[in-house]
């Protein structure tokens, strides 16, 4: 990840203070880091905490409590190795917790080793230095109490991990909801009613607002797919389209323009103007590209800078897959697999990042349906014998 942004992250972490929730950040420190160019380097650099923090309103400082707890874990590693070190071990202690199962059958845990636990393209975002991977705690929620793992450690790990999740990464808020409804239907009513009040008061507790600007992410998403507006899906289309508006280049590095409010006000416009156009002149295309998103996020997901064919193929293996959970009657996973991607797939393609929560209940689904499946000469000769 580029060290503009994660470095914004691990500076904050420095400067932690619950009761005034302001995203805190020395920028000189994080310019060094981002000087370093070198992932050795930045893996070994500890940021400071020298008084020169100042509020920095582009971040989620939700993150940042996870990254501290990952510093104070392992002390004798840089900052950002630490959270990476963090994020592996997180990962390690959830397949563990499945893997340990004896209830689950040899054919089940085999499958999950090789289809999720050491899954390359998993591993990818397990060592991966940014918050995706933390998308994937409210799966692992819902995966454990439907397997009905009762790991008292691996579940405070989930439990405590999801306000912060949320916080980080609101995209997930859906399937988050429908695991708290799970946990009423599967637990306790009463544990239930209190880890949620605890989840609404640790949220309250540590939200702060960060700068946000939607359009960016709406008009971006347009550029996943062939277009007359020759839109590419990079944040430089949409700085581009500012210069273009205004004749300022927009330099979205630490420090530049932009982080001015009047700049993201400006910035906001022009995005929303420009996307609402789009929408008015070509409602097919949106909805067609909604509607490859949704299928593709059922399969691989969306390969980067592939020729439009790839990504529709990647679509309609993702249908052909969604069609055997339906017919498997797999029905709670698939309602799980939209609920995860639901917060930005009609808008913007499924890339793998951005849908790294998803490939645990893929996973998931994938050995459902080849456990269920039985060859139909199998059952033939079972009936003959």
Known sequence: MSSNW??????????????KRVFLVDLDDVQKFKSLDDPVLEDAYLFQNKGNHKPFGYGTVSYSYIIKASTLLFPFVGHQLASILVQCLVHILLCLGVLALNSLSLRFRL????????NPLVLRFVTFNFYYFWQVIPSFGLLYLELKIKNKFCWLLILCSLPLVILTRPTIVFISGVFLLMLFLRRSKVWATGYVLFLVATVWLLYAPAAKNPWHTFYVGVGGYSNPYGISLSDEASYALYQKHTGVRLNSSTGGN????????????????????????????????AIVNFFGSFSIGYVNKAPDWINYLVALSGLVFASFLAYRKKLHILIYLTLGVMGFVFYYPPIPA????????????????????????????????
């Not at 994660?6 to 009761?19: E, H, I, K, V």
């Not at 932009?258 to 909805?287: C, H, N, W």
């Open 354 to 385: 951005y849908m790294y929560g998803n490939y645990l209940l893929l996973a998931w689904g994938l050995i459902e349906v080849l456990i269920s499946f039985k060859p139909r000469s199998f059952v033939k000769l079972k009936i003959l014998s």
């Open 258 to 289: 932009f982080y001015e409010s009047s700049v993201q006000q400006k910035y906001t416009d022009i995005t929303r103007q420009e996307y609402m156009a789009v929408l008015e002149k070509s409602p097919v295309l949106l909805l067609k590209n």
């Open 111 to 118: 499958m999950f080793l090789i289809f999720y636990a050491l």
């Open 6 to 19: 994660m470095g914004t992250y691990l500076s904050a972490a420095q400067a932690l203070d619950p009761t």
